[in-house]
């Protein structure tokens, strides 16, 4: 009984299609907490759109997702987050012409259910920015706590984009390709913010740097044509020949 | 009975040619265009100057109207519209009302606050019995030239290259511009032809419906509920939507004459709510 | 770094939100108006009136980002509802006191911005503008047909309020009026300004800004749009009581399309998001008309639609952005030199 403890997320028989292209087929998946799980596979496999079924971003075709052994396959996007459930985007959703402060408040107001306080001016909650500041303060972004989030350098806006997710302190949280699109010299903050993170917290990690994968998970999923190709340790997929083949070869190719 | 039919099916079918061209266009640059209306009533316009001031035939207006409301249009949208296409809805909701606004001031400058009154043809006026109903002969000449017209247009979009042309970008834009299509001219061509049909609607409609300067503002509701109900995706959605709305607003004013106002409203608020999409639409509206 | 400001973030936070000389010249300007210009009285009022209206239209529109055409439903509602209770109270001490009324205006526009905020919350900004301007017709076509109730197209007759608070009645002058007007427009406007200014304003720029982000943070979006369009919905209900009771009136013409679009043209023309835009906007609009429509009545359309045309082309931001712009500019060359 103690060696297998209770999944926090788990799908079964997961499928999403559009129009003709099945972009997730049938991902009977589960993810122990505590988890340090990447999840690879070439451009188009379906990784995105796998998040954004766990997120309930997009509603699956058929199959069921559960959270802490509950069936939240028909949940709201909201009610997925309130239970716990935090992702960051492959591509940046933030609020250009809002501060990086005032962008963490949002996700700590809800958190902390202040969100409906209409009549105190916002930052009455001296705790609850104190905390917003502490956390921009450890992603590195005190410096530009009050700015446009519109003006900030591409790297720091997607440390913004982890912090928003954090702020909501989740249970589980899908990370999809945090790093994309940093410059070299950022992209090790970006994983050692990951890297920091609490370790009772179940990741997700979508990545296509193998260095940065190996380095940060302990378990690895390759996701081929929307379907779960091999699981397993890292090691496991490091020897695997047919993920070599597979994915690393290809990315060999991509790369040549 | 019957007679109300025909006058809502005439009357329909005046809306699907006056609307037409605006949920074309909608449809293919996502660009609202509420000031439609005011090509129509340029047409209409044109008709009573060229009718009663200068005694020019009625059948030589209609031609005339379609073409100098085509020439408005293209006009307008190489030099304003053009700029608009990616801004947003309410901007372009806020420029084309005050277009509608320009407008009905400049057609009050010009020609007066009060409705114009076209006369008829002596050809086109009175009634004939048709299956024991009453027919005015104006509703019908109404309906032959718009069924035409809506016959000739459901032609050139279903079997033309143009038309197949047009199908593609109204479809997915961007897609049609990768296949080589000119989109860009495909929107002012359509822009002309859209404002061209409505002129040629209000020359039409100039005898019949009131022909004053509030005429945009008045019909820019009837064109919403067109498209409300019959989406932007084809046109025999929007064909649909005009004859139902026709025959529903001829009808409610004729038998519920206190809430006939009613009735095509809450039919466009009803279809929004539990059909976003439009009533007579297959794939969702962009 | 801004002079004055404490370091602390959350004293940062709270330091914007103070009260700032400009607004307050604003109101003491709004004021003194009173003494400058006392024949002239109703018009001011009724700038307070229309702004308010616009302020309530920001708060959707320029903070949550709802499109709406249909605003002028509420205005209208909360119109005729402080008219006929001034009307049929007339006798009756408590029923026509205009306080009163207003908060009957307020509620009942509340009510049906309730009611109809569900029709808002899906769909694309088009749905949005039929759906709300299709409110907005069948409220105007049931004013005109309920002639027992309304007077029809003739207008509320007999609309008597009570002195307010029992002392001050309204007189031929407008000086009561112009008070009452001003006031209550304060009083609505501090509500909206302590609302925009609190983590609910903040939760409702975020919903503006991305709502799908907003979902995945947590947020209730859906709820937080009724609630934010309910209460706009009963201020423009407020603004439209206010005008009846003011002008002792109230017509179809308070519920009319035009309306909406005046409304809308106000604040945009003054600026949206930032809540003066609503009031500036007001100002300059209802001047301008004064002023054009003693030269030329009937083409006052074709300004307000020129005005409108070069507004979406040209400036972005309206007066109150065009004046943060014209401070950037002004603020950086005094930085370069
Ligand atoms: N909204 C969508 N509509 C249609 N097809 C989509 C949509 N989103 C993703 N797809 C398709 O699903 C497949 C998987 O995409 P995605 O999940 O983004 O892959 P990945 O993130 O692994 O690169 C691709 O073929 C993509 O074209
Ligand atoms: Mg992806």
Redesign the pocket.
């Given at each position: 009984m103690s060696e297998a403890p209770k999944p926090v997320l788990e799908t079964c028989a997961l499928r999403k299609a559009?129009?003709g292209?099945t972009?997730t087929d049938n991902v009977t998946f589960s993810l122990p907490p505590g988890a340090r799980h990447a999840l690879i596979?070439?451009?188009?496999?379906?990784?995105?759109?796998?998040v954004?079924l766990l997120s309930g971003v997009?509603p699956a075709t058929s199959g069921e997702i559960y959270l802490n052994g509950v069936n939240v396959t028909n949940w709201s996007v909201r009610d997925r987050a309130r239970a716990g459930l935090a992702r960051t985007f492959?591509i940046n959703q933030l609020y250009a012409d809002l501060s990086p402060l005032e962008t963490i408040l949002i996700a700590i107001n809800e958190r902390e259910n202040a969100a409906t306080s209409w009549f105190r001016p916002l930052g009455s909650r001296s705790d609850l920015v104190d905390e917003a500041a502490a956390l921009l303060a450890q992603l590195n972004l005190a410096d530009a706590m009050h700015a446009r989030v519109g003006s900030l350098a591409y790297g720091r806006q997607r440390l913004l984009e982890i912090a928003i997710a954090l702020a909501s302190k989740p249970q589980v949280l899908l990370l999809?390709e945090p790093a994309a699109g940093v410059p070299e010299g950022e992209r090790d903050q970006v994983l050692d913010v990951v890297a920091a993170l609490p370790a009772d917290v179940s990741l997700i990690l979508?990545e296509h740097d193998m260095d940065l994968v190996f380095r940060f998970a302990k378990t690895i999923s390759v996701?081929v044509n929307?379907a779960l190709f091999v699981e397993g340790t890292r090691d496991e997929i490091a020897r695997d020949p047919r993920v070599r083949q597979v994915y690393l070869g290809e990315e060999e190719i991509a790369h040549g | 009975m019957l007679t109300i039919l025909f006058d809502g099916v005439a009357y329909g079918m005046l809306l699907f040619v006056l609307a037409v061209g605006l949920c074309i266009t909608l449809g293919l640059m996502n660009f609202i265009n509420l000031a439609h209306g005011a090509f129509a009533m340029a047409g209409g316009y044109l008709t009573v100057v060229m009718m009663n001031r200068m005694g020019i035939s009625f059948y030589w207006c209609l031609p005339a109207a379609f073409l100098f409301s085509a020439v408005l249009g293209v006009v307008l949208e190489r030099v304003l519209y053009r700029r608009l296409y990616d801004k947003t809805h309410l901007d372009q909701v806020l420029f084309s009302i005050g277009l509608i606004f320009m407008a009905m001031a400049a057609v009050d400058y010009a020609m007066g606050a009060s409705p114009q009154i076209v006369k008829l043809p002596p050809s086109l006026s009175g009634r004939v019995e048709i299956l024991g109903a009453q027919v005015g002969i104006y509703h019908l000449f109404v309906i032959v030239i718009c069924g035409l017209l809506t016959i000739g247009l459901q032609f050139v979009i279903a079997k033309t290259r143009f038309g197949s042309r047009l199908r593609a970008s109204v479809d997915d834009g961007r897609v049609a511009r990768g296949l080589g299509v000119n989109v860009t001219g495909i929107f002012a061509l359509t822009f002309a032809v859209g404002s061209g049909l409505a002129g040629l609607g209000g020359a039409l409609g100039a005898p019949i419906l009131s022909m004053d300067p509030s005429f945009p503002l008045k019909y820019m509701i009837f064109f919403l509920i067109v498209i409300s109900i019959g989406g932007t995706t084809t046109i025999t959605g929007p064909f649909f939507a005009s004859i139902l709305l026709g025959v529903a607003d001829v009808g409610g004013k004729y038998f519920v004459p206190e809430i006939g106002g009613f009735i095509i409203y809450t039919i466009m608020v009803a279809v929004l709510i539990f059909r976003p999409q439009g009533l007579f639409t297959r794939s969702a509206a962009r | 770094m801004i002079p004055d400001s404490p370091n602390k973030p959350a004293g940062w936070l709270l330091w914007r939100t103070r009260w700032r000389w400009y607004e307050l010249a604003f109101w003491a300007a709004a004021a003194s108006s009173f003494f400058i210009f006392p024949s002239k009285l109703m018009l001011i009022s009724e700038i307070f009136i229309l702004g308010l209206l616009a302020v309530s239209i920001d708060l959707t529109l320029g903070f949550a980002g709802l499109v709406t055409l249909g605003q002028g439903a509420f205005f209208g509602v909360g119109a005729y509802a402080a008219g006929l209770m001034a009307k049929y109270g007339a006798g009756t001490a408590p029923f026509s006191d205009p306080l009163l009324g207003l908060l009957v205006a307020g509620s009942v526009a509340g009510a049906l911005g309730f009611v109809t905020s569900f029709l808002v919350l899906r769909g694309s900004d088009l749905t949005r503008l039929m759906v709300t301007l299709g409110v907005a017709l069948i409220v105007e076509e049931i004013v005109t047909q309920a002639k027992d109730i309304t007077g029809g197209s003739d207008g509320l007759q007999g609309v008597m309020s009570s002195p307010v608070l029992g002392v001050w009645s309204f007189d031929l002058y407008g000086r009561t009026a112009f008070w009452y007007a001003l006031i209550v427009t304060f009083v609505c406007f501090w509500f909206c300004r302590r609302l925009v200014n609190s983590s609910f304003g903040l939760s409702l720029l975020a919903i503006k800004g991305n709502p799908l982000r907003a979902r995945t943070i947590g947020m209730p979006v859906n709820t937080r749009l009724v609630a934010i369009y309910t209460i706009a919905a009963t201020i423009s209900g407020i603004s439209g009581g206010l005008l009846t009771q003011t002008t002792q009136f109230a017509s179809p013409d308070m519920v009319a399309f035009h309306r909406s679009a005046d409304a809308l043209l106000i604040l945009v023309f003054g600026g949206s998001g930032f809540l003066y835009g609503g009031l500036i906007g007001a100002v300059v609009f209802r001047v301008m008309q004064d002023f054009i429509g003693n030269i030329t009545p009937q083409y006052w359309l074709f300004w307000v639609g020129l005005v409108l045309v070069l507004l979406v082309l040209f400036v972005r931001g309206g007066i109150i952005g065009m004046l943060m712009a014209l401070r950037e500019r002004f603020s950086r060359k005094g930085e370069g030199s």
């Open positions: 559009f129009g292209i972009a596979g070439p451009n188009g496999a379906g990784k995105t759109t796998f954004n997009l492959q999809d979508i996701l929307g | - | -």
